[in-house]
């Protein structure tokens, strides 16, 4: 049994590896260059709407609310926010229920590479993932892609698909308070509609557009401002 046990683990490793191998050659050939696809795309039940756009062409109130409704600790941490994580669990043990503590890189690593749904296997996938993101692409680049891969919507991918779709204008063109709509969809975006949100979401919306001034709008220039 022991026996089995190991060789099953020293698969998994295997497995681990192999991905990280493949998936860091693949960043590399997308440092530059705007993803055509990825994993949860092709894994779509619906019809696919994705369009990219640069992230320098967007407000910066665009990315600010997402990382205000996402991932406050974006700019600071390696890609797995351990303070988060150390924050979750204690929440979960004070009678909490146990909350996500997903960093914005390891969302991005999940929609391009791997699957939805629970599992060690994924986590841990996911959290290298995440790390090879950090080096291989940096911040900027991380948070462009996932502004153009997250799914706010049924086959809506992207905050410029998002923003024609339920706005009918480019992302370019959104105000703050559209921008805070976009980002309350995000954890549940196959259930939410931007103009037809429940009071809680509402005052979700809110929250994230007093977390943007509390960040302030100069919160992630030196991030966007590196190539």
Avoid: C
Wanted: charged share 20%; hydrophobic share 45%.
């Amino acid at each position: 049994m022991a026996k089995r046990k190991r060789s099953m683990l020293n698969r998994i490793w295997a497995l681990v590896w192999r991905t990280l191998l493949v998936s860091s050659l693949v960043l590399l050939v997308f440092r530059f260059v705007p993803l055509p696809t990825t994993a949860f795309m092709l894994q779509s039940a619906y019809p696919v709407n994705h369009l990219w756009i640069d992230i320098d062409e967007l407000p910066t109130h665009v990315s600010l609310a997402v990382v205000a409704a996402e991932d406050q600790r974006f700019p600071e941490h390696a890609g797995i926010d351990f303070t988060a994580i150390s924050k979750a669990i204690s929440q979960y043990d004070d009678g909490d229920g146990l909350r996500g503590a997903s960093t914005i890189t390891q969302q991005t690593a999940k929609n391009v590479f791997l699957w939805s749904g629970r599992s060690f296997l994924r986590k841990g996938l996911e959290a290298g993932l995440a790390m090879s993101f950090e080096i291989i692409w940096g911040k900027k680049r991380i948070l462009e892609v996932y502004l153009n891969v997250a799914e706010f919507g049924k086959g809506i991918y992207g905050v410029e698909a998002a923003s024609q779709h339920y706005f009918g204008t480019s992302a370019r063109h959104l105000t703050r308070n559209q921008a805070a709509r976009l980002a309350v969809l995000l954890p549940s975006p196959r259930t939410r509609d931007p103009h037809r949100l429940t009071s809680y979401l509402l005052q979700r919306v809110n929250w994230v557009e007093q977390q943007m001034q509390q960040l302030g709008s100069g919160y992630l220039t030196p991030l966007l401002n590196r190539r």
